[in-house]
């Protein structure tokens, strides 16, 4: 039923190449810890690199672990590993952003964050609310930790735990989300999210990252993997060559953490983009962004893991027509190719500025992108011969119960957002711009919003680790 | 003589290293010197690379790989270029790195390579420099431009902290600073007191040359 862009022969050669890429040239491993486990597992020392035996790899990927997410509200489930549609999440981490209210771009602050936020929550789309702003208004040293702990108190929604950049944080993002459930164990049974670590590309895993892995694959947290590789600067220029290192480091990665702890649950997360070949910057406005997500989606699908890919992307500065044929694009390969999980949302300038117009009018680009996402349902009694039959009698489509009982289950779609009236009401009515739209829903839904969703008690025990955090690192 | 400078300028042209160094080879035997190697051949190829890169018709990896040919006919006639030169040019001296926590290598060694190509003179500290080695190489190596690049939003910070020592030890006035990296603009430039921006690779170059009055 989904769009398969890759032939089974396809699948064979590329998991080949990757088993060959991580046996005869490896990945290069930094940091004692990791080093020593996949040494004692097999790998061999090949200078910095470490190279990967076939059997170890294919080992680790027999053994498959299913992967859930609750919401911070934990009646909200996202069963990824046996989903049958696709979720969606914001961009993550991004300290400009676009201010409606004069169309200049200014530096990301605490309360954008926490609006971002809570226009997510109450939006359809994202699914899983990401830490979208860096702002910059934080402490410097704890900011990471810091926008976890203010995207958690203000969504009921799952979120991402925090993008870790070394095993401290890796430590005090778990302990701050588990002040959501109580505990770590509690946490773990039902995570409110992942904990995404990126390896650089190609093929290099830090001792930074070595150890956040560790430290998150002994938590039983789920992990998003998170490999960053650019076709042409990072990987290779071609879309085949590119999947196949981006292969290679999902499954160094996945060795690590399965070795570590075999039940790790793993989102099989793509990242692969174009390069500007004139700027030597990531492309914004890439077509092949959707279609190598949609390539990697049944990638992870062949190995048993959930996917995330890239969903909408633009290279444009504006929520504009561009942003918006380029969103079209980037989101329809990989949601009719059934992937997990598809991000974007809310992000311009390839993911480097945010904004809370496109976040509103993205609800709708993923809500009509959805919509024929698993086909149509082909049955006697959904076509409705006998409606036809009925109003060729004399009859009214309108009239009939066939027309309201499937209108009333989405055969039509209805938006909220855009204008369908013709000119001259358009006119009559303000001429009002879909930009124009999105700023009055960002009002609306940030007046309904409740505010801090989690009790008193939570919140100080969250601003209790922050300090102490905070205490750890300066001092 | 000129077929021979010709050939060169056009291996140049179309980044083919081993045919430059072969051209090269021969010019040296047939008695040109080294100078007017560079002079006539890599600089006339380099001078049409870069007019092909600004109408267009070239992307990076065209300008990659001419100033790769280029980088080994230069060092294949360093040791004969010791002895001619008589010059007192000296080249511009780039000090250049990626700030302490990023490990962000590709922008900052495409940079490289046409700092290179321009005839600059680099001195790479790699990735994950601590700030205080950036300003140790600016006064050791007595550097024209300091280039910092940072590509995390998490390690931008560092650039700040970089300028911010060269004022405490009085060498800010002494080098021009540009910084660069994905998540930076104009107005990060301004505030940290770097004295220029660039979005890109080749509009770091500019830029230089633009700080060094050479455009």
Redesign the interface.
């Known amino acids: 039923m989904w769009f398969e862009p890759l032939s089974e022969k396809d699948l064979h050669l590329i998991h080949d190449l990757t088993l060959k890429i991580l046996q005869e040239t490896g990945a290069v491993v930094e940091g004692c810890e990791a080093r020593q486990i996949l040494m004692s597992a097999g790998c061999l020392e090949d200078d910095r690199r470490l190279l990967f035996p076939p059997r170890l790899v294919e080992d680790c990927l027999a053994h498959k672990v299913a992967v859930t997410l609750y919401g911070v509200d934990e009646s909200i489930v996202l069963p990824l590993t046996e989903a049958p549609r696709s979720y969606t999440h914001n961009f993550g ?4 952003l676009l201010d409606p209210a004069d169309n200049r ?1 200014r530096e990301a602050m605490l309360q954008d964050l926490i609006d971002f936020v809570r226009i997510s929550d109450t939006l359809s789309h994202p699914d899983m609310v990401v830490p979208s702003l ?1 702002p910059t208004d934080l402490p ?1 040293e704890i ?2 930790l810091a926008m976890t702990a203010y995207t958690i108190q203000n969504t009921n929604k799952p979120v991402d735990i925090g993008t870790a ?1 070394d095993r401290w944080e890796i430590s005090y993002l778990i302990r701050i989300a588990a002040a959501i459930r109580g505990s770590v164990q509690k946490l773990v049974e039902k995570p409110i999210g992942t904990l995404s670590i990126s390896p ?1 590309s190609p093929l ?1 895993f ?1 001792a930074d990252i070595t150890e956040a892995i560790i430290e998150s694959a002994r938590s039983g947290l789920p992990i998003t993997m998170l490999p960053c590789p ?1 076709r ?3 990987a290779p220029v071609t879309l085949a060559g590119g999947l196949v290192q981006q292969n290679a480091e999902q499954l160094a990665f996945l060795v690590l953490a399965r070795l570590i702890n075999k039940d790790t649950p793993l989102v099989y997360t793509c990242r692969l983009a174009g ?8 492309s914004g406005r890439d077509p092949d962004i959707g279609y190598s997500g949609a390539c990697a989606a049944q990638l992870a699908r062949y190995y048993g893991l959930p996917s995330g890919v890239y969903g909408l992307d633009t290279g444009s500065a504006q929520p504009d027509l561009q942003s918006g044929y380029e969103r079209a694009i980037g989101g329809l390969y990989p949601v009719l190719a059934g992937a997990t999980l598809v991000s974007g949302i809310g992000a311009l300038n390839a993911g ?1 500025l945010a904004s809370a117009e496109q976040l509103v009018i993205d609800d709708q680009i993923y809500a009509m992108i959805m919509h024929r996402q698993k086909g149509i349902a082909v049955t006697e009694e959904v076509i409705g011969a006998e409606v036809v039959n009925a109003v060729m009698r004399g009859g009214h489509f309108l009239a009939q119960e066939h027309t309201r009982n499937y209108m009333r289950k989405g055969e039509i779609f209805t938006g909220t957002l855009g204008n369908e009236s013709p000119y001259e009401q358009w006119r009559a009515t303000g001429s009002v711009t879909i930009r124009e739209q999105a700023r009055e829903k960002i009002r609306q839904l940030l007046a309904e919003h409740p505010g801090v969703l989690v009790s008193a008690t939570v919140s100080h025990e969250i601003e209790v680790i922050l300090e102490e955090a905070r205490f750890e690192r300066s001092g | 003589m000129k077929e021979i400078l010709q050939s060169l300028a056009t291996a140049i042209l179309s980044g083919n290293k081993n045919a430059a160094l072969e051209w090269a080879e021969k010019g040296l035997q047939s008695g040109i010197k080294p100078l007017e190697l560079i002079s006539g051949g890599l600089t006339v190829g380099l001078d049409e690379v870069g007019e092909k890169f600004e109408c267009g018709e070239y992307y990076l990896p065209d300008m990659m790989l001419a100033a790769e040919a280029m980088s080994a006919v230069l060092e294949m006639l360093a040791p004969k270029l010791e002895q001619e030169r008589n010059t007192s040019e000296q080249a511009v001296r780039v000090v250049i790195g990626t700030v302490k926590g990023d490990l962000h290598s590709i922008g900052k060694d495409i940079v490289i390579m046409l700092l290179k190509a321009a005839g600059m003179e680099i001195i790479d500290l790699g990735v994950d420099v601590p700030s205080a080695n950036f300003v140790r190489s600016v006064a050791d190596n007595g550097a024209d431009v300091l280039g910092i690049s940072a590509l995390m939003t998490t390690t931008i910070q560092e650039q700040k902290k970089i300028i911010d020592l060269l004022v405490e030890m009085g060498l800010r006035e002494k080098v021009k600073v540009i910084v660069g990296g994905a998540p930076l603009s104009e107005e990060w430039a301004l505030k940290i007191g770097a004295d220029a921006y660039a979005a890109d690779a080749i509009a770091g170059v500019k830029k230089i040359k633009a700080l060094l009055n050479l455009a």
Do not use: D, K
């Open positions: 981490s991004v300290s400009v771009i860096r410097e900011a990471s950049s650089l290099n830090p650019t042409g600067l990072t390069a500007n070949m004139r700027t030597g910057c990531v480097l």
